[in-house]
């Protein structure tokens, strides 16, 4: 299994970015994906998910009305579009995987939000919010 995130950098408060997690080694479309962050002194926080079917996604408070999560199962694939960035979103950003096809909806909400649910993570990508 891999997961390759890529997209960060430098970026001005209010700019925007979007990540991308290439993955492989394993079945994409039975797996929901998600995203992360650290930042320096922090614990990593959940910040959306979106299910292997049906495009549902989840959302940390933190990021909702901001980020967009996204994905292209053709493309073995995962993206977050992030808008209107502040110096707070700074933080090494990671995409995960977890295999979700069996996974009842109430079940969903809670477990794909748990950094300890995901079996499988990205090496991480680093953005800096930063004028």
């Known amino acids: 299994v891999q997961l390759q995130a890529s997209g960060g950098g430098l970026v001005q408060p209010g700019g925007s970015l979007r990540l991308s997690c290439a993955a492989s080694?394993?079945?994409?479309?039975?797996?929901?994906m998600g995203w992360f962050r650290q930042a320096p002194g922090k614990e990593r926080e959940f910040l959306s998910a979106i299910r292997s079917r049906g495009g549902v996604t989840y959302y940390a408070d933190s990021v909702k009305g901001r980020f967009t999560i996204s994905r292209d199962n053709a493309k073995n694939t995962v993206y977050l579009q992030m808008n209107s960035l502040a110096p707070e979103d700074t933080a090494v950003y990671y995409c995960?995987?977890?295999?979700?096809?069996?996974?009842?909806?109430?079940?969903?909400?809670?477990?794909?939000?748990?950094?300890?649910?995901?079996?499988?993570w990205g090496q991480g990508t680093q953005v800096t919010v930063s004028s």
């Open positions: 080694g394993f079945t994409f479309r039975d797996y929901a």
């Open positions: 995960a995987a977890r295999h979700d096809r069996t996974m009842i909806t109430s079940v969903a909400v809670v477990k794909l939000r748990a950094r300890n649910e995901y079996d499988n």
